[in-house]
């Protein structure tokens, strides 16, 4: 129906506010991920939560750590892509329900948000998200760090 209706180009619709959202938010998780690692790694009320390679005697993220701070990243990151994500949905599903020349652009929606709901409107469906992205990232990360590991990938340290 799609490729009917709107060509070849219908199956791309709605790409420029999903990679607006992705991309950002991938750049923060990891950055923050990169600097929590470095904290946990260096600071001293982490000790305890630290693994130590037996092989090269290096100070790893343990699982806990890994977790912990691979869902702290998904957190922030989300916290601040989440109302484009809102401004993107609802964009979508304008495009479902409204004729085209009634819909409103992204900025209109952030407007018409701010002004009918406030921050609790671009913040609405937050809880659920945190459900998912929570553990996602997370494991995504305990994913990344294995897979360092067992291709014996070595951080450079100046």
């Excluded at 790409?15 to 923060?28: D, G, H, K, N, R």
Aim: hydrophobic share 40%; glycine share 8%; aromatic share 10%.
């Amino acid at each position: 129906k799609i490729a009917r209706t709107e060509g070849f180009a219908g199956f791309y619709s709605g790409i420029i506010p999903t990679l607006t959202v992705a991309v950002p938010s991938f750049a923060i998780s990891y950055s923050v991920y990169g600097s929590l690692k470095e904290y946990a790694l260096d600071d001293d009320l982490f000790y305890n939560l630290r693994k130590i390679d037996g092989k090269s005697g290096e100070e790893t993220l343990g699982f806990v750590l890994t977790l912990m701070c691979g869902a702290a990243s998904g957190t922030m990151s989300t916290l601040v892509t989440f109302p484009f994500d809102t401004v993107r949905r609802r964009m979508q599903i304008q495009n479902l329900h409204i004729e085209p020349e009634d819909r409103l652009s992204a900025g209109q929606q952030i407007r018409n948000i701010m002004t009918k709901e406030g921050v609790r409107g671009i913040y609405r469906g937050l809880p659920p998200e945190l459900l998912k992205v929570v553990p996602m990232v997370g494991t995504m990360f305990l994913v990344y760090e294995q897979m360092k590991n067992m291709l014996n990938v070595r951080s450079q340290k100046p």
